[in-house]
Structure formats: C-alpha cells, structure tokens
C-alpha cells in the first residue's frame, strides 16, 4: 500500500465510510485530478440570466479551442439542456468505463438531471441530502475526461446546491457572480460575495447582465434596470468587475432554440462584452 492509499485508507476508517462511499471518493479525487479549472456559476437571485449566462461562457470557453465541461447542478430547474438544444437526449449508462456525459460538439460536455427526466415538466421534490448525493454522483461517477474548464451553473441563492460543491471540490478555482443592475438583485449579488469569503473560495469576479438596451427602432439606448449598479459593487467589494452585457432580444430566441448566442452573433455588442468576460475569467482562473 502506497502513501496516498494508506492515507485514503486512514481517511475512510476515520469517516466510518462503507466500501461504497470510499470507492465513490476515490472515484471523486480521481475526477477532480483530471480537471485544470473549476468555476462556480452563482446568484443571488432569480431571473437575472445566469445559466443564460453559463451556457455562453462554457460555449465560449469552447469555440477557444479549450476542452469543456458544463455541470448543470440546478436539480429542480434543469435548463442547460434546453439552452444547448440537447433536451430529450439521454445518457447512455452502457458503455464500459462508466457514464458519459452529453457530448453537445466536440469541446463541451454536458451532465444536467434533464437528460434523467423521462417529461420535462416532472417536478423533481427531493430535499437537501438527495439533492448533495446527485451531485456527488455528477461529480464521481461520470467520466468527464481531461478537461480544461468544468463549469458548474448553480441554482439561485447560498443553500444546498453551492454549498455541497464547494465542499466537493476542494480547489475550485472560483465563482462568478452574476447579477442585473436594479438594487434588489444587486444586494442578492453581494450576499454572494459574502458567501464565496465565507466558504474560502475566490470571488473571480461580477458580471452585470441586461445592462443596457438599444432600441431597434430608433438606436437609443434605454437603461431598463439601471447601469452601472454591478461595477459599483464589485468596486465597493474590493472583487473584480468582469463586465457587462447588454439587453437584445436575440439573446433570448437563442435559448429557447437552443442555440448559443456566441454561435449565432458572433460580431455582435452582447458576443464583444462575452469574448471580453471570458478572457478574464480565464486571466483569473489562471492566477488564483
């Protein structure tokens, strides 16, 4: 027996683990080694466009020639599938060497608890404990491979879903908040960066969405929610401002198609403000 398995081993007598959840860590720590980045994808609320959000930057991330890994760890909101034009598809739990995740193109894979859902509005009532152990197994018993990033989209708030990653994925390399100007969503924003100082893990920066928006019909620019709220925080939080991306109506037409802004408006303002926020998240990651 090696260091690493004597210590392993020490470990699981320690924890009074069974057989199964020692071989399930052991399946985790393998995992996780394999994986270069980590990033959290959070809210302080809803409706502020964070998977939106998440689906471009894990697509981005990917058009950049980097290997991807999307983790969609909203078990009751599952929409990354949706966002990706891959709902309706299912894992396929045959194939030797354990469960694979989606592959959407060549660079980027998927695991959402939409591809376990045989009707897509099946509510899904599982309480904390269950919710932790499906992510475990997202984590552990799919093989992701040698991935560059895994980006994991979170459910709104600082309950369950983030909590149990952070704890599953000792080094994660950081969060990225995302929130909207208006002061509601704003103080939902900022109880997220107290949270990531909570836990220990680095605040890679803020992302304000639905900043601005230009009229189609006249180009003047209408400021719906604000401007300028997310930077102030992240300026008066001492954390990174990321950017900020405007409001156009294509953004939504390409989620519920299934189609990745980035892919299908590559020159335009909202793809610029991306492009932008995923060369920093990536000089981020890099430094932490």
Same mark, same amino acid.
């Given at each position: 027996?090696?260091?690493?398995?004597?210590?392993?081993?020490?470990?699981?007598?320690?924890q009074?683990?069974?057989?199964?959840q020692?071989?399930?860590?052991?399946?985790?720590?393998?995992?996780?080694?394999?994986?270069?980045?980590?990033?959290m994808?959070?809210?302080?609320?809803?409706?502020?466009?964070?998977?939106t959000?998440? =689906?471009? &930057?894990?697509? %981005?991330?990917?058009?950049?020639?980097l290997? *991807?890994?999307? !983790?969609?760890? $909203?078990?009751? @909101?599952?929409?990354?599938?949706?966002m990706l034009?891959?709902?309706?598809?299912?894992?396929?739990?045959?194939?030797?060497?354990?469960?694979?995740?989606?592959l959407?193109?060549?660079?980027?894979?998927?695991?959402?608890?939409?591809?376990?859902?045989?009707?897509?509005?099946?509510?899904?009532?599982?309480?904390?404990?269950?919710?932790?152990?499906?992510?475990?197994?997202?984590?552990?018993?799919?093989?992701?491979?040698?991935?560059?990033y895994?980006? =994991?989209? &979170?459910?709104? %708030?600082?309950?369950?879903?983030?909590?149990? *990653?952070?704890? !599953?994925?000792? $080094?994660?390399? @950081?969060?990225?908040?995302?929130?909207?100007?208006?002061?509601?969503?704003?103080l939902d924003?900022?109880?997220?960066?107290?949270?990531?100082?909570?836990?220990k893990?680095?605040?890679?920066g803020?992302?304000?969405?639905?900043?601005?928006?230009?009229?189609?019909?006249?180009?003047?620019?209408?400021?719906?929610?604000?401007?300028?709220?997310?930077?102030?925080?992240?300026?008066?939080?001492?954390?990174?401002?990321?950017?900020?991306?405007?409001?156009?109506?294509?953004?939504?037409?390409?989620?519920?198609?299934?189609?990745?802004?980035?892919?299908?408006y590559?020159?335009?303002?909202?793809?610029?403000?991306?492009?932008?926020?995923?060369?920093?998240?990536?000089?981020?990651?890099?430094?932490?």
């Amino acid at each position: 027996m090696n260091k690493m398995d004597k210590k392993d081993f020490e470990l699981h007598r320690k924890q009074g683990e069974n057989q199964e959840q020692y071989e399930q860590r052991l399946r985790l720590r393998e995992n996780l080694s394999r994986i270069k980045n980590t990033l959290m994808i959070i809210s302080g609320k809803g409706g502020v466009g964070k998977t939106t959000v998440a =689906v471009n &930057l894990a697509a %981005g991330l990917a058009r950049n020639g980097l290997t *991807v890994g999307l !983790l969609d760890a $909203d078990i009751h @909101g599952p929409n990354v599938a949706l966002m990706l034009g891959s709902e309706g598809r299912r894992f396929d739990a045959a194939r030797a060497g354990g469960i694979k995740p989606i592959l959407v193109r060549p660079r980027l894979r998927v695991v959402s608890m939409a591809f376990l859902i045989e009707d897509p509005g099946q509510a899904v009532i599982w309480r904390g404990p269950l919710k932790m152990h499906m992510i475990k197994q997202f984590l552990s018993d799919f093989q992701w491979g040698e991935l560059d990033y895994l980006v =994991v989209d &979170l459910p709104p %708030g600082t309950g369950d879903e983030p909590l149990s *990653v952070a704890q !599953l994925i000792p $080094d994660l390399k @950081g969060a990225v908040i995302v929130t909207t100007p208006q002061k509601v969503a704003l103080l939902d924003g900022r109880k997220c960066v107290d949270f990531t100082r909570k836990i220990k893990v680095p605040a890679l920066g803020i992302i304000e969405n639905m900043s601005d928006f230009h009229c189609p019909h006249c180009g003047k620019e209408i400021k719906l929610f604000g401007r300028g709220g997310g930077e102030a925080a992240a300026r008066d939080l001492g954390v990174p401002f990321l950017g900020r991306i405007p409001l156009d109506p294509r953004f939504v037409i390409c989620s519920d198609t299934g189609k990745p802004f980035l892919d299908e408006y590559p020159d335009s303002e909202v793809a610029h403000a991306l492009n932008n926020i995923i060369a920093g998240i990536s000089a981020g990651s890099t430094q932490v």
